[in-house]
């Protein structure tokens, strides 16, 4: 396995008062990570393509490896509802990272369906998902980038919705991307869940979480609930409660080896966090 770090990580850092998007790849450099995965923000000017090539330059001059991309996407409600203009914004979005020259783009899937007490249930909303991820994935086939769906979101977290997914697509060029924090949100065990999805896994966030039950009093500002209602904060990697060591060995011992990405969403200084969590990786994927 391979290091990479999230410019989701960077927090405040990749504001305009401070380095930039260029600073942070600068910062990754310095760090020692092997590879650097992009969050699509302000500073992609809606998806230009000439912002993309200059970044593209940039990382391969620092020795980077270029590893993956993440934007928003919603084939239920987004687009006004619209599953085909939702398709259509994905479309130039996979063209941004063909020119960032990333290996694989993660995009949303759905929050679910809205505005009715019924059938509103997963299996109703996948058949429209399984529609819109097949349909990007075949056009981003053709310009060299695989795509993913993460677990992200109650509608989405659950190993076994995730697989269900993949599975449904049914398409060599799309697969997983597996945060191994964000299955907390959902009060599913990290390595179990890790375990079941490492076959189908493209790339890896590495998240961590302080956990308290739910049968405690609201531990106060900068924790929130799971679906459960117990109650998570976000950590350095290595500093929780999401097994992080022992769902990488699942991961890999089921077949994965490739980057594994911190995505830092902890209290303390992001740099600071970054670091630590740096640290760790590289003690976990020896």
């Known amino acids: 396995m391979k290091t ?7 927090g405040s850092y990749i504001s305009q008062e401070n380095p930039g ?4 790849i600068d910062k990754v450099k310095e760090m020692g990570f092997d590879g650097i995965e992009f969050c699509i923000g302000d500073w992609a000017n809606n998806y230009d393509i000439e912002t993309a090539r200059r970044l593209n330059e940039y990382v391969k001059k620092a020795g980077l490896d270029l590893v993956s991309m993440t934007t928003g996407a919603d084939f239920i409600n987004g687009s006004n509802g619209n599953l085909k203009d939702e398709i259509e914004k994905l479309y130039k979005a996979v063209d941004f990272a063909a020119m960032l020259g990333v290996k694989n783009m993660r995009h949303d899937a759905s929050n679910g369906i809205r505005g009715r007490h019924y059938s509103i249930g997963f299996d109703d909303a996948l058949p429209i998902i399984v ?19 993460e677990n992200h979101g109650f509608f989405m ?5 995730h697989e269900k997914l993949i599975n449904a697509v049914a398409h060599p060029n799309f697969g997983a991307l597996v945060d191994i924090g964000n299955y907390m949100c959902s009060d599913e065990d990290p390595a179990f869940a890790a375990g079941v999805m490492a076959p189908y896994t ?12 739910g049968t405690e009093v609201y531990p106060g500002s900068g924790w929130f609930m799971s679906r459960a209602g117990n109650y998570l904060r976000g950590a350095i990697v290595g500093h929780g409660e999401a097994h992080v060591a022992q769902s990488l060995r699942a991961l890999r011992n089921n077949g994965y080896n490739g980057h594994v990405s911190i995505e830092f969403e902890g209290m303390e200084d992001n740099l600071l966090g970054i670091r630590i969590g740096l640290e760790n990786i590289k003690r976990f994927i020896v």
């Open 202 to 213: 493209f790339h890896v966030h590495v998240k961590d979480f302080h956990f308290k039950p």
């Open 4 to 10: 990479c770090v999230s410019s989701y990580s960077f």
């Open 21 to 24: 998007i260029i600073g942070v």
């Open 131 to 149: 529609e819109g991820c097949r349909e990007v994935t075949k056009y981003a086939e053709q310009k060299g980038v695989g795509t993913m769906v």
């Open 157 to 161: 977290q659950g190993s076994y919705r």
